[in-house]
């Protein structure tokens, strides 16, 4: 008789707790399927409960998402989150392929392959939810956290119709119109946005005066587009770069424009010619084609840009790193735009060879040969290994 009333007196408070939890604002979430989540405000009520996100791995903390049937837990933000993401701007291949948070199944005899976050670098656990990109064979993955701290860095496409007018626009050409086109279907005569006059295809400048590319200020030296009105020269590359574009510096679309002169606000260099306006932002060539997670010959390690390292210095220059730095992942150095987009050779009048960037000085005491000041050796400069000539960057280069 005592088993039997302390058996009912058990299924008496278990059914106070399903009423309880039934009253309780709850959600049914394509991670758990099979019970609905329950929404724990208060972290007074998992005070002590040592458990973690199934979202995104970090320990439990309120307002989250619980089932009372089984230990699965959402934090209310991974909750929430977008099951996909068209237009991420840290995709490296600029892809328009969705990221999709997932939670991916492996038998219990499958060895998990470590994949590292291609954010911050750090191991993604793939029993727990992160971002990775749909496209088939590619295995672009990051964490839940890394994509969802900056809002300003994603947007919500709800609709697929939304995502093919996104690319579409992206993909406008900065040809206005073909005028000719040969049998190869190579556009031999064109409108472009850039120049007033129709502009030629040529294979090889018929004289010998060095002509630079009015769009990348780069000398002539393949296939080329030219004004037959007046001397006006664009690279067949540059006249095909498109005129609206997505980068991954900003969710919005990065638009090309032509001057004739102008500062880049990112490698801070005066350049003239196409420049990509991205937000408030204008940005060179040489700016807009560095990838957001590149290979470094001054180091080891993979960069990824940072856009909340502004406090770091660069590990090339010395100076502040702004907007943003390319950090690393395993260590501490960063560098700015100036000194990723650094010329690998320049010329000076100094030294009759070229003067190549060289990344460490082993000398204890380092002069600069154009300013004869002194240089610190732990700071990138260019040298002449035949006449061990070196010198400032900014000494060589000036303004940069």
């Known amino acids: 008789m005592e ?11 278990e059914n106070e707790n399903e009423r309880h939890f039934k009253s309780m604002q709850q959600i049914q979430h394509a991670f758990h399927e099979e019970h609905p989540l329950v929404l724990v405000a208060e972290q007074s009520n998992i005070e002590g409960l040592k458990a973690y996100c199934d979202g995104c791995g970090e320990l439990l903390s309120a307002p989250c998402f619980t089932c009372i049937h089984c230990n699965y837990n959402l934090h209310k933000q991974c909750a929430e989150a977008p ?27 499958h060895k998990l392959t470590r994949q ?3 954010i911050c670098f750090k191991e993604v656990r793939l029993e727990r939810g992160s ?18 701290e900056n809002d300003k860095l994603y947007k919500v496409i709800k609709e697929e119709k939304q995502c093919e007018e996104f690319y579409e626009k ?4 900065s040809i206005i119109h073909v005028i000719e086109v040969n049998e190869a279907g190579e556009a031999t005569k064109i409108e472009h946005f850039s120049h007033q006059h129709c502009l030629v295809l040529a294979y090889k400048m018929e004289e010998k005066i060095d002509r630079k590319c009015d769009g990348c200020m780069l000398p002539i030296s393949n296939i080329f587009y030219y004004c037959s009105e007046r001397p006006f020269f664009l690279h067949k590359t540059c006249v095909e770069l498109p005129r609206i574009k997505q980068h ?5 679309n990065a638009t090309l424009n032509f001057d004739s002169f102008k500062t880049c606000d990112f490698c801070d260099q005066y350049c003239s010619g196409f420049f990509y306006h991205v937000g408030y932002w204008d940005m060179c060539l040489r700016c807009a084609k560095v990838a957001d997670i590149i290979e470094c010959e001054g180091h080891q390690h993979f960069l990824f840009f940072d856009f909340k390292g502004s406090e770091k210095f660069c590990n090339g220059c010395g100076n502040r790193c702004s907007p943003g730095a390319f950090k690393c992942g395993k260590c501490k150095f960063a560098l700015d735009f100036g000194c990723l987009t650094l010329p690998h050779s320049a010329l000076h009048k100094i030294d009759e060879h070229m003067l190549n960037l060289t990344y460490h000085d082993d000398k204890e005491q380092s002069y600069c040969d154009i300013c004869e000041q002194e240089r610190d050796p732990s700071r990138w400069y260019y040298s002449c290994s035949i006449c061990d000539t070196s010198a400032h960057l900014k000494c060589v280069l000036g303004k940069f």
Do not use: A
């Open 116 to 118: 590292d976050c291609k």
């Open 83 to 109: 099951l996909s993401l068209p237009n991420h701007p840290l995709y490296p291949q600029q892809s328009y392929v969705g990221f999709f948070l997932r939670q991916r199944p492996y038998p219990s005899d």
């Open 248 to 252: 991954w510096f900003r969710q919005s």
């Open 131 to 148: 971002y990775s990109c749909g496209k088939q064979g590619c295995n672009y993955i990051v964490h839940v956290n890394c994509v969802l």
């Open 170 to 173: 992206s993909m406008q050409s």
């Open 3 to 13: 088993m039997e009333n302390e058996n009912e007196s058990v299924s008496v408070s």
